[in-house]
């Protein structure tokens, strides 16, 4: 939910005063490779066309986008204000660099440069997207409301920007009108899946497990994929008493995702409630391998411990934890209490 989207790219470039006409037919030919997907050609052809005319502000844009689809966020950064430094009034530069910025951790540089974009350009959806992607991750989710509010306006047919803003309402703690929004998008969208998962997850929280139960399994028919509701199926499942069903489901998540630890822990505590410890700690292991610090892990690993008598692991397991000021911390130190 909470990740910043989508680079833009210029795939045809704008400029077309160049100083020759081979510059401008460089830059074409480089954004078709960089389309292609051959972006070793692409680059040979953005750095050939800047040689013959460095201040195309279009091609600095889209090789800055090629350095950002490698990773490479100074040298896009680079280019992305260059090309902003041509072209002042360029708003998909100015979205380029409010990601890349972002992705540097400079959120606030990122918010100013999308609230630019969005002046420059009041109908570019991804520059509220951006917009409203990034307050979420401030978090601002009042102002993050008004951004999904505005796409709405000005994509009425993109039920997922409904179903963003159903997530950022219930965030405030309106789960009913969330729910509301939602079964209307569903009205128009039935075949939606993620509005579905959505209305299912609000209405686990809700603790209405029936009609959780039903929006859940209508979402994996749409979106078998989906281990986020998959997960949340399992959760309703234990809810109800139905164990087994719940074991299955959460095996199933990590058919799709053996690295989806929050799955993998459940199976654990699944598995330490029915008594099978080293079961228990066999999934524990493979969590703590790939995540050494994992709270939650860490606790459960504590009790299957104290379970088979291996009572001094147990109580260095949770004499570590209880230094956190945190939940699993907490429940560290009510252990070693009791």
């Given at each position: 939910?909470?990740?910043?989207?989508?680079?833009?790219?210029?795939?045809?470039?704008?400029?077309?005063?160049?100083?020759?006409?081979?510059?401008?037919?460089?830059?074409?030919?480089?954004?078709?490779?960089?389309?292609?997907?051959?972006?070793?050609?692409?680059?040979?052809?953005?750095?050939?066309?800047?040689?013959?005319?460095?201040?195309?502000?279009?091609?600095?844009?889209?090789?800055?986008?090629?350095?950002?689809?490698?990773?490479?966020?100074?040298?896009?950064?680079?280019?992305?204000?260059?090309?902003?430094?041509?072209?002042?009034?360029?708003?998909?530069?100015?979205?380029?660099?409010?990601?890349?910025?972002?992705?540097?951790?400079?959120?606030?540089?990122?918010?100013?440069?999308l609230e630019r974009a969005s002046q420059l350009d009041p109908s570019n959806v991804l520059a509220?997207?951006?917009?409203?992607?990034?307050?979420?991750?401030?978090?601002?989710?009042?102002?993050?409301?008004?951004?999904?509010?505005?796409?709405?306006?000005?994509?009425?047919?993109?039920?997922?920007?409904?179903?963003?803003?159903?997530?950022?309402?219930?965030?405030?703690?309106?789960?009913?009108?969330?729910?509301?929004?939602?079964?209307?998008?569903?009205?128009?969208?039935?075949?939606?899946?993620?509005?579905?998962?959505?209305?299912?997850?609000?209405?686990?929280?809700?603790?209405?497990?029936?009609?959780?139960?039903?929006?859940?399994?209508?979402?994996?028919?749409?979106?078998?994929?989906?281990?986020?509701?998959?997960?949340?199926?399992?959760?309703?499942?234990?809810?109800?008493?139905?164990?087994?069903?719940?074991?299955?489901?959460?095996?199933?998540?990590?058919?799709?995702?053996?690295?989806?630890?929050?799955?993998?822990?459940?199976?654990?505590?699944?598995?330490?409630?029915?008594?099978?410890?080293?079961?228990?700690?066999?999934?524990?292991?493979?969590?703590?391998?790939?995540?050494?610090?994992?709270?939650?892990?860490?606790?459960?690993?504590?009790?299957?411990?104290?379970?088979?008598?291996?009572?001094?692991?147990?109580?260095?397991?949770?004499?570590?934890?209880?230094?956190?000021?945190?939940?699993?911390?907490?429940?560290?130190?009510?252990?070693?209490?009791?």
């Open positions: 939910m909470a990740s910043i989207a989508y680079d833009s790219f210029d795939s045809a470039p704008r400029t077309t005063h160049t100083r020759n006409g081979a510059s401008h037919d460089r830059a074409r030919r480089a954004a078709l490779l960089h389309l292609d997907g051959d972006r070793a050609a692409a680059l040979a052809e953005y750095r050939a066309a800047l040689d013959e005319h460095p201040d195309h502000a279009s091609t600095l844009n889209n090789l800055g986008f090629l350095y950002a689809q490698d990773g490479e966020w100074t040298q896009a950064i680079g280019c992305y204000e260059r090309s902003i430094q041509l072209q002042p009034n360029g708003a998909m530069a100015h979205i380029n660099l409010a990601t890349a910025r972002a992705k540097l951790g400079d959120l606030p540089e990122a918010l100013q440069l509220w997207e951006n917009k409203a992607r990034l307050l979420l991750l401030v978090p601002d989710l009042p102002a993050a409301e008004q951004a999904w509010r505005k796409l709405l306006e000005l994509a009425p047919e993109q039920p997922r920007f409904a179903v963003a803003l159903a997530t950022t309402i219930a965030g405030q703690r309106r789960a009913y009108e969330a729910i509301a929004l939602l079964q209307l998008v569903l009205r128009e969208h039935p075949l939606h899946a993620p509005a579905w998962a959505q209305l299912g997850v609000l209405l686990f929280v809700r603790r209405d497990l029936g009609s959780a139960l039903e929006a859940l399994q209508r979402a994996l028919e749409l979106a078998p994929a989906d281990t986020h509701a998959r997960h949340y199926l399992a959760m309703v499942l234990l809810a109800i008493g139905d164990g087994h069903a719940a074991v299955a489901e959460l095996a199933r998540i990590l058919e799709f995702d053996p690295a989806f630890w929050a799955a993998r822990i459940d199976l654990a505590i699944h598995a330490l409630s029915a008594g099978q410890w080293m079961e228990a700690l066999e999934q524990l292991a493979i969590v703590l391998a790939a995540e050494p610090a994992n709270e939650r892990a860490l606790f459960y690993r504590g009790v299957a411990v104290n379970e088979i008598g291996d009572s001094e692991t147990a109580n260095g397991i949770f004499t570590e934890l209880a230094k956190n000021d945190s939940k699993y911390g907490e429940f560290a130190r009510q252990c070693l209490a009791a």
